[in-house]
T-cell receptor, first 110, second 113 residues
Framework: AQSVTQPDIHITVSEGASLELRCNYS??????LFWYVQSPGQGLQLLLK??????LVQGIKGFEAEFKRSQSSFNLRKPSVHWSDAAEYFC????????FGTGTRLQVFP | NAGVTQTPKFQVLKTGQSMTLQCAQD?????MSWYRQDPGMGLRLIHY???????DQGEVPNGYNVSRSTTEDFPLRLLSAAPSQTSVYFC????????????FGSGTRLTVV
């Protein structure tokens, strides 16, 4: 069955610290991979995507993600977190339809 | 260019009532989907469409109907509302092939009492 696992429900970091959000997937083949961000009361905004090629992809707002085929993972990273990064982050996989993980809520302390 | 427009933004229904959540996009996107978002459960796919006249079920289709008579519109119908359908509903669209990822609407918050 196709599924996406985000094992961390809630992460708290200090402003300026580095960040890594984990995402693992189960799919028949290597799917398209996405990270989205949702601020409170808002819709979802695409941060970055991976289809093929270089396994390290850059996105908006200083985020990057690395695809590791052997681990079926697509972890999101940011070297230095800003207070405005506090939001919920969703990993998604698929082709014609996207399957989403349950999300990771990021809290940033000053 | 309005993107993905969902109406209404808020709705309260009584159990057993029916209603239609509207979704329209002006980007000529082939793919459209409906998701519901519940706390701790992420986004769950209700129905999706890969083009006009083509729809398919997602993970949680029961109690919902869709149709896609035009490229622009993808309405979601609740046949007989139940409290379990209290949720935030998101519509999303994408060009064919998902190469750009989904563009999401701002959501409809539905409460069934």
């Amino acid at each position: 069955a196709q599924s996406v696992t985000q094992p961390d429900i809630h992460i708290t970091v200090s402003e300026g610290a580095s960040l890594e959000l984990r995402c693992n997937y189960s799919y028949g083949a290597t799917p398209y991979l996405f990270w989205y961000v949702q601020s409170p009361g808002q819709g979802l905004q695409l941060l970055l995507k991976y289809f093929s090629g270089d396994t390290l992809v850059q996105g908006i707002k200083g985020f990057e993600a690395e695809f590791k085929r052997s681990q079926s993972s697509f972890n999101l990273r940011k070297p230095s977190v800003h207070w405005s990064d506090a939001a919920e982050y969703f990993c998604a996989v698929g082709y014609d339809k996207l399957i989403f993980g349950t999300g990771t809520r990021l809290q940033v302390f000053p | 260019n309005a993107g993905v427009t969902q109406t209404p933004k808020f709705q309260v229904l009584k159990t057993g009532q029916s209603m239609t959540l509207q979704c329209a996009q002006d980007m000529n996107h082939e793919y459209m989907s409906w998701y519901r978002q519940d706390p701790g459960m992420g986004l769950r796919l209700i129905h999706y469409s890969v083009g006009a006249g083509i729809t398919d079920q997602g993970e949680v289709p029961n109690g919902y109907n869709v149709s896609r008579s035009t490229t622009e519109d993808f309405p979601l119908r609740l046949l007989s509302a139940a409290p379990s359908q209290t949720s935030v509903y998101f519509c999303a669209s994408s060009p064919q092939g998902q190469t750009y990822g989904y563009t999401f609407g701002s959501g409809t918050r539905l409460t069934v009492v």
